[in-house]
């Protein structure tokens, strides 16, 4: 079973662009989960999608948003970059996301880097 | 206030020998679900163990085990006879209740095992 397929793997952008990330889950998975992950904040949850729907959301600006396809892929995007939206980008995955002992299922990540 | 508190940044340990990383949590649910995961540097986050607020026993998973110990909110992860190729971040996570709520992250812990 392929794993979680992120990409691009690296993206560098310049102040004010925006950009658009992707992440294809593990078959059958139908919840998707956004994190950020900085050296100095560490891993901070960004916003969950179960059947195209958001179930979940961190305390992140609106300029952060997110969507989920039929197929459960998912794309995040950050509009108007700014120096601090500088982060590794990670996607997981599970089944429902309904269960306390679900694990996620993560990617290798997306390292943007603003300028 | 923060809910997984990984107080040691940085542990060396010697190749074949046992460490302890420290995970201190606070919640008031009375289920909940502790998580601990490796990220080697290539990025991605692997699921090493899981213990539930309700387990009678101590979760193990190889040479990983977990120390839970529910009165004093800890749930500390032993690594026996470690090998060159744990030298990794570990991030000890909890998820509340019963389900559809994110998984929330400690800052980690760097492990670094010397030969």
């Known amino acids: 079973k392929a794993g979680v397929t992120q990409t691009p793997r690296y993206l560098i952008k310049t102040r004010g662009q925006q950009v658009t990330l992707s992440c294809s889950p593990i078959s059958g998975h139908r919840s998707v989960s956004w994190y950020q992950q900085t050296p100095g904040q560490g891993l901070q949850f960004l916003f969950e999608?179960?059947?195209?729907?958001?179930?979940n959301k961190g305390n992140f600006p609106g300029r952060f948003s997110g969507r989920q396809f039929s197929n459960s892929r998912s794309e995040m995007n950050v509009s108007t970059l700014e120096l601090g939206d500088s982060a590794l980008y990670l996607c997981a995955s599970s089944l429902t996301g309904g269960t306390t002992n679900e694990k996620l299922f993560f990617g290798s990540g997306t390292q943007l880097s603003v300028l | 206030a923060q809910k997984i508190t990984q107080t040691q940044p940085g542990m060396f340990v010697q190749e074949k020998e046992a460490v302890t990383l420290d995970c201190t949590y606070d919640?008031?649910?009375?289920?909940?679900?502790l998580f601990w995961y490796k990220q080697p540097s290539s990025g991605e986050m692997i699921f090493l163990i899981y213990q539930g607020s309700y387990d009678q026993q101590n979760a193990t998973e190889g040479r990983y085990s977990l120390n839970f110990q529910k009165a004093r909110k800890s749930a500390n992860l032993v690594i026996s006879a470690s090998q060159l190729g744990d030298s990794a971040m570990y991030f000890c996570a909890m998820r509340e209740g019963l389900g559809n709520t994110p998984l929330v992250f400690g800052k980690g812990t760097r492990l670094s095992v010397i030969a």
């Open positions: 999608y179960f059947s195209e729907t958001q179930r």
């Open positions: 919640t008031s649910d009375p289920s909940y679900g």
